[in-house]
């Protein structure tokens, strides 16, 4: 029976093997904007979607050393896939924008990031999404859910009061009631709690804080299966909101 991995093990070895460059033992930094298809058939199968979407192609969509780091990050969180950002707001923002539509409503706790509200509240406003801000609690999230509501988004530990959800209170209400549940669980970290792993859809991160650890980068991510992040990764493309090859290489560092 193999022995599961310590979060220890999968900081420093998870997601190591899709770049091999002559056998590097740390993940490499690869600087390059276009990347090469082995023929035209190849080139053909990745845009009919015959073939993995990671593979790079251009440095927008993806890079070697940024798909090194995303499994690490889904390792650690326990996920199907983790998409890397240029910051935590890309990542909220891309999250909104992919799975919320005219009409919809969002609930989401009222102490949640200032900078997180003020884009729901009032930038989604003009694509017809209401949002509801409650107390970060299951009774009041429970008591603003409507007909229309499509997604339930909180942080835990809240930023900055440290208000705690109960994450699997939340999980179990979500696919109860088939809403799409998203944690940002910037002020745990993966260390401590693995939203997933209690019935989240999606949890997310900015990296910039206790994963980067040192204070030298700006970046983010969301975890969670993969057709629920496929779309996100093909909205990062399109918002240009790809974290570059150095910062996920620091990102790298400061997890390990």
């Known amino acids: 029976m193999t022995k599961p991995k310590t979060s220890s093990t999968e900081c420093v070895h998870a997601g190591a093997k899709p770049v091999e460059l002559s056998g590097p033992i740390i993940t490499p930094i690869v600087h390059c904007a276009p990347f090469a298809f082995d023929s ?10 015959r073939s993995d979407r990671r593979q790079p192609e251009y440095g927008r969509m993806g890079n070697p050393t940024v798909v090194c780091v995303e499994n690490r990050l889904a390792a650690l969180e326990g996920a199907e896939r983790a998409v890397l950002f240029s910051s935590g707001m890309a990542v909220i923002t891309s999250l909104l924008l992919t799975v919320l539509k005219s009409g919809d409503h969002v609930v989401m706790t009222r102490d949640a990031y200032r900078r997180t509200r003020e884009f729901t509240a009032s930038f989604m ?3 017809g999404v209401e949002v509801t801000l409650v107390e970060p609690s299951l009774c009041a999230i429970e008591g603003a ?49 693995r939203p997933i792993v209690y019935g989240i859809d999606v949890v997310l991160h900015s990296a910039t804080n206790y994963l980067g650890g040192h204070n030298d980068l700006i970046a983010g991510y969301i975890a969670g299966r993969q057709e629920l992040l496929q779309p996100l990764a093909e909205m990062r493309s399109n918002l240009g909101g790809i974290c570059d090859p150095n910062t996920a290489f620091l990102l790298e560092r400061g997890v390990k």
């Open 40 to 49: 035209t058939a190849q080139v053909i199968e990745f845009q009919e979607g």
């Open 125 to 127: 406003k003009k694509f």
């Open 145 to 193: 859910i409507t007909p229309a509501t499509r997604m339930i988004f909180s942080e835990s530990p809240t930023n900055p009061y440290l208000n705690v959800l109960d994450v699997d209170g939340l999980g179990r209400m979500g696919q109860q009631r088939g809403l799409l549940t998203a944690v940002d669980s910037t002020f745990a970290t993966p260390f401590n709690i």
